[in-house]
Nanobody
Framework: QVQLVESGGGLVQPGGSLRLSCAAS????????MSWYRQAPGNQRDIIAN???????NYADSVKGRFTISRDNSKNTLYLQMNSLKPEDTGVYYC?????????WGQGTQVTVSA
């Protein structure tokens, strides 16, 4: 089992920045891919960034160049640095950890981008 707890969400003005954190505990060594997802009101949950165990990263086109996913293995923590935020970035942000058999989810953290 893996437990994930997100933090760092909040209200920010357009053009601002936020950094989300996802603290992991449990059988972390089994996780191959860590990801951030976003679910806007009325929409499905969409992947926006992931980082593979070898350090490679991938981003959705909508956030490429503005968001950066990273991890600190010494702290068992995943991060999402979000810059140049737009109103359309509003939603609940979830971190997820995946191994060969399972996907583990955090509880989500709300990000609202509004003037």
């Amino acid at each position: 089992q893996v437990q994930l707890v997100e933090s760092g969400g909040g209200l920010v003005q357009p053009g601002g920045s936020l950094r989300l954190s996802c603290a992991a505990s449990g059988n972390i060594a089994s996780i191959n891919i860590m990801s951030w997802y976003r679910q806007a009101p009325g929409n499905q949950r969409d992947i926006i960034a992931n980082i593979i165990v070898d350090g490679r990263t991938n981003y959705a086109d909508s956030v490429k160049g503005r968001f950066t996913i990273s991890r600190d293995n010494s702290k068992n923590t995943l991060y999402l640095q979000m810059n140049s935020l737009k109103p359309e970035d509003t939603g609940v942000y979830y971190c997820a950890g995946r191994n060969l058999g399972d996907t583990y989810w955090g509880q989500g953290t709300q990000v609202t981008v509004s003037a």
